[in-house]
């Protein structure tokens, strides 16, 4: 074999270890919307500071993503509780977090999917007033809330259609509660309106999601759900148990990074994008390094 051939064989040899070395070892999943792409640029950099092949493929469809997995072709992505529960395997019981945690870790570990450690944060539906009102009312849980309205408080309440209609949603909570705002106290709008009217003095209180960045950014306090109504949205990492088996580092990071979240914490990251205009990439890049984890 001449010298020019072997140097051609050796170039390929080395291009395609070079490619090889390139590629991705674990891809990482997320849904399409902030939270979930902040997770998954988090995700993606702390498993690339420890020496990890990452592709980031955030921006998927809840349906899609859960899918993905289940075939093989994602990793790891963020989860939350109440989804997998309901939405992906169809229990309609209704359980508390904890309960709520291990049903899921059961019924996925059956289908190759492992629930790592859930954090603190706590995606579901909430309740929420402004700060200053809440403090001079002092209702501070939906009890107080209840109380308030059963001693003649006119109270204004801000709902989406989906929840003010649903078998799940505003009349049982009120059942539950023992109270009832008053079809003239109740306004019905859009989501993302609730915050605005909320915010701008139109309504009293607003249906909110826990995490969602407007909540620190107009100075919001949630309603404590004292009687535990609202399911479990708890955000926690899950991976495929092959991946897990083949790098138990990976769970020991995630780990690490869901025991920093809970819903304050989840709530500032979301503003930082959403309201202050951070990159995703900044965000998660700040979260790491104020934690001690990059």
Do not use: C
Not at 132 to 161: H, M, P, R, Y
Not at 168 to 188: H, M, S
Not at 252 to 264: I, M, R, Y
């Amino acid at each position: 074999m001449n010298i020019t051939i072997k140097s051609a064989l050796a170039g390929l040899a080395l291009a395609g270890f070079s490619m090889g070395a390139q590629a991705a070892d674990i891809v990482v999943g997320g849904k399409n919307f902030t939270e979930q792409q902040i997770l998954s640029a988090i995700t993606q950099q702390v498993l690339e500071a420890k020496g990890h092949n990452v592709d980031n493929r955030a921006g998927m469809g809840s349906a899609a993503v859960r899918q993905a997995m289940e075939n093989g072709q994602i990793d790891v992505y963020w989860e939350y509780t109440g989804t997998s529960l309901i939405t992906y395997n169809k229990v309609e019981e209704k359980l508390d977090p904890q309960a709520t945690y291990e049903r899921v870790k059961e019924l996925d570990a059956e289908k190759g999917i492992i629930w790592l450690n859930p954090s603190e944060a706590n995606n579901t539906y909430a309740l929420a007033m402004r700060a200053g009102d809440s403090e001079e009312t002092g209702i501070k849980t939906i009890s107080d809330l209840a109380q308030a309205v059963n001693d003649g408080g006119e109270l204004t309440f801000a709902s989406n259609a989906e929840f003010y209609a649903r078998a799940d949603g505003l009349k049982p909570l009120q059942e539950a509660y023992g109270f009832e705002f008053g079809r003239a106290n109740i306004k019905r709008m859009d989501t993302g309106l609730v915050y605005q009217a909320l915010k701008d003095g139109q309504v009293d209180i607003g249906l909110v999601f826990a995490t969602d960045g407007r909540i620190p950014a107009f100075n919001f306090t949630v309603l404590a759900d004292d009687k535990g109504y609202f399911p479990s949205y708890a955000l926690a990492p899950v991976i495929r148990d092959e991946v897990l088996e083949a790098n138990p580092d990976i769970g020991e990071l995630l780990n690490e990074v869901s025991a920093k979240l809970n819903d304050e914490v989840m709530a500032k990251l979301n503003a930082s994008v959403d309201v202050d205009k951070v990159s995703v990439e900044n965000a998660a890049t700040q979260f790491l390094k104020d934690n001690g984890l990059i």
